[in-house]
């Protein structure tokens, strides 16, 4: 199975941008899947916030609130997940994920996460 790694995590202030990164490493048959983004809180089930396909169609959840959005660059085998205008509710664990369409239903395989706190 790839192996999926995030980095970007870190604490930041209300209203700061970050962008958080995902490489997937493994066979080719995986980066032809799609990839995105949830979040968890300790003790909740993992909130989607979206997936992107290898021809680069996005779907964002609703509550990304118009703030996310999702990139990708196929040839580095990377995502991205660039967060702006951040609140104290985004304080969460980001996952990497990648499965297929409606990743939200079929994400197969995940990464560890990255922390991403925001203070006031």
């Known amino acids: 199975q790839p192996q999926l790694r995030e980095s970007g995590g870190r604490s930041v202030q209300a209203g700061d941008s970050l962008r958080l990164s995902c490489t997937v490493n493994?066979?080719?048959?995986?980066?032809?899947?799609?990839m995105g983004w949830f979040r968890q809180d300790p003790g909740k089930d993992p909130e989607f916030i979206g997936g992107?396909?290898?021809?680069?169609?996005?779907t964002i959840s609703s509550s990304a609130g118009g703030r996310f959005t999702l990139s990708r660059e196929n040839a580095k085998n990377m995502v991205y997940l660039q967060m702006n205008n951040l609140t104290p509710e985004d304080t969460s664990l980001y996952l990497c994920?990648?499965?297929?369409?409606?990743?939200?239903?079929?994400?197969?395989?995940w990464g560890q996460g990255t922390q991403v706190t925001v203070s006031q």
């Open positions: 994920v990648v499965g297929r369409g409606p990743l939200k239903d079929y994400a197969y395989f």
């Open positions: 493994g066979d080719r048959k995986y980066l032809d899947l799609d």
């Open positions: 992107i396909s290898k021809s680069g169609k996005t």
